[in-house]
């Protein structure tokens, strides 16, 4: 079975950066459809990037323009380059693959049959 972990997540300023990463233990070729999501407590998981092997990359409205997700099927990885942090985008970052999906799809959360264990990302203010 596909094992997905995440890293990268850590404690950062309001207004910094902060990369993530997604390692899969298969080809990512065959993880057609894989997405990033996030969830903060007491609140419900949302989508926040998703990249199929074709077409462009999808982005929550609250994250477009500041976070960047890219797939490198040669390394097994997707990353989730996260800029000008908001307190709003602490949350558990997880990475989440299916096989394939509908390109509009991307971001709904049972649209993915893998799932990592996560990693925390914290913003100070």
């Known amino acids: 079975e596909v094992q997905l972990v995440e890293s990268g997540g850590g404690l950062v300023q309001s207004g910094g950066s902060l990369n993530l990463t997604c390692s899969a233990s298969?080809?990512?070729?065959?993880?057609?459809?894989m997405a990033w999501f996030r969830q903060a407590p007491g609140k419900e998981r949302e989508g926040v990037a998703g990249v199929a092997q074709r077409g462009p990359p999808i982005y929550a409205s609250s994250v477009k323009g500041r976070f960047t997700i890219s797939r490198d099927n040669a390394k097994n990885t997707i990353h989730l380059q996260m800029r000008d942090l908001k307190p709003d985008d602490a949350a558990m970052y997880y990475c989440?693959?299916?096989?394939?999906?509908?390109?509009?799809?991307?971001?709904?959360?049972?649209?993915?049959?893998?799932w990592g264990q996560g990693t925390q990302v914290a913003i100070s203010s």
């Open positions: 989440a693959a299916t096989t394939s999906c509908a390109w509009d799809l991307l971001l709904v959360d049972y649209t993915h049959t893998l």
């Open positions: 298969q080809y990512t070729y065959n993880l057609g459809c």
